[in-house]
């Protein structure tokens, strides 16, 4: 069944919650004095620029880069507006480096986590038994493994999970505003904190699709199959970005499945929020709606 989309999506930042629609991307922070300051965040994506970057899979692959640098700097912008200190003293170049230096980190971080230490696993595994067939499911639990024991541990840790809860609030804001119902916490708080278009849902799809796609890769060298998976990182969150969209856009058995396992894992890296994160979720949206005339447009959350 086919549902009524609305094209905004947000992230979770530091005492606050980025929010974006076709009309523009917002960041709105608590800061410390009790104030909620809004900035618009200037970008231009490259699908709206480029025919080529919007088409199927190809859009995923530009989407998650996207996110990736977005994200980087809305978090970098929300610890400043938080009044958090920065050991950078204001120096943007610097800043800049770190930002680099970090998504280069948490690049590798992950594709040593996700994608070397599995194979490296299942490697040490057969000089034990040969699991034949299995090599790839084995891979597989042990990659699903190794995630949940990550974000197990990372929604233990206190400032996480207070961004967590504004991740719920998110969520809930974005519900609310596609049921048509007005913005206000009390129906804010009545919806509910798991959406199938959570990024938590995408990163475990590009889990289980890179399991199929590794079942076609060689065990023959493992510095081989490691390097294929690599080079087919693109693909991956393609198929797995075209598949959150389809999910996030109907509802029916088969979005319903493919959902679910993401939905669960929310429960880890959402948390219920309370009226203050929801107040900021609610202006967050409602900034990303308004025209230049300051005038809310729902609208434009359906536009292409």
């Known amino acids: 069944m086919k549902k009524k989309y609305a094209n905004v999506g947000g992230q979770a930042v530091i005492e606050g919650i980025m929010m974006k629609s076709p009309k523009k991307t917002v960041l709105a922070v608590r800061k410390p004095d009790g104030e909620i300051e809004t900035e618009e965040i200037r970008s231009l994506s490259l699908r709206q620029k480029y025919k080529f970057f919007d088409l199927p899979i190809i859009r995923g692959c530009v989407a998650f880069v996207e996110s990736l640098i977005t994200g980087y700097k809305t978090i970098s912008r929300s610890a400043s507006l938080a009044g958090l200190e920065e050991e950078t003293n204001g120096n943007k170049a610097l800043e800049g480096l770190l930002m680099v230096i970090s998504a280069i ?6 594709v040593g986590l996700f994608i070397i230490l599995p194979v490296l696993a299942v490697k040490g595994l057969s000089l034990l038994f040969d699991p034949g067939v299995f090599k790839t499911l084995i891979e597989g639990i042990v990659k699903v ?27 809930k804001t974005i519900f609310c505003f596609e049921a048509g119902e007005e913005l206000t916490v009390e129906n804010v708080r009545k919806q509910s904190r798991l959406h199938p278009r959570c990024g938590t849902s995408f990163l ?14 060689t065990w023959n060298n493992a510095g081989l199959r490691i390097l294929m998976k690599i080079l087919l990182m693109p693909i991956t969150a393609g198929i797995s970005f075209e598949l959150i969209r389809f999910a996030g856009n ?7 499945i493919i959902s679910a396992p993401g939905k669960a894992l929310q429960k880890l890296t959402t948390a219920e929020p309370d009226e203050s994160q929801m107040e900021v979720a609610i202006i967050a949206l409602k900034e ?17």
């Open 105 to 110: 980190l948490g690049v590798g971080i992950a």
């Open 145 to 171: 493994i190794l995630f949940l024991i990550y974000l197990f541990l990372i929604s233990r840790m206190k400032d996480i999970k207070r961004i967590f809860e504004y991740h719920g609030a998110e969520h």
């Open 204 to 217: 475990f799809l590009v889990i289980l699709i890179g399991i199929l796609v590794g079942s076609f890769i």
């Open 250 to 256: 109907h509802d029916n058995v088969f979005t319903r």
């Open 288 to 304: 990303s709606l308004t025209d230049e005339d300051g005038t809310e447009n729902r609208e434009t959350a359906y536009e292409n």
